[in-house]
């Protein structure tokens, strides 16, 4: 049975920096894609980052280019996201989330729960002064 276990989230003053890490088991790590997917209180879930099972394709959304950067080791199979010059729009629960690198996804939409392979019980990331 897979598993996602997320780390590394915290309460941070902005402009500051967190890494937040995923450490994966119990599939084959290389062969997923894998997703940082945030949900801030009281809004729905929503696209972060996600780097291909190779680690040669990544994806950001708008809000956070430039500042996060995701990376993968596949030896260690965990997923990282550093998160650098953080803003209080970035206060959500960070989750990890895996998905086979052969499935379709539409980045258009909303990320839900059940297109996941896998998905962790999230990290709390909390930026304030």
């Known amino acids: 049975q897979g598993q996602l276990v997320e780390s590394g989230g915290g309460l941070v003053q902005p402009g500051g920096s967190l890494r937040l890490s995923c450490a994966a088991s119990?599939?084959?790590?290389?062969?997923?894609?894998m997703y940082w997917v945030r949900q801030a209180p009281g809004k729905g879930l929503e696209w972060v980052s996600y780097v291909s099972g190779s680690g040669g394709r990544t994806y950001y959304t708008d809000s956070v280019k430039g500042r996060f950067t995701i990376s993968r080791d596949n030896a260690k199979n965990t997923v990282y996201l550093q998160m650098d010059n953080l803003k209080a729009e970035d206060t959500a629960m960070y989750y990890c989330a895996a998905k086979l690198d052969t499935r379709s996804h539409d980045l258009r939409f909303p990320p839900r729960r059940d297109e996941f392979n896998y998905w962790g019980q999230g990290t709390q990331v909390t930026v304030s002064s």
């Open positions: 119990g599939f084959s790590f290389n062969t997923y894609r």
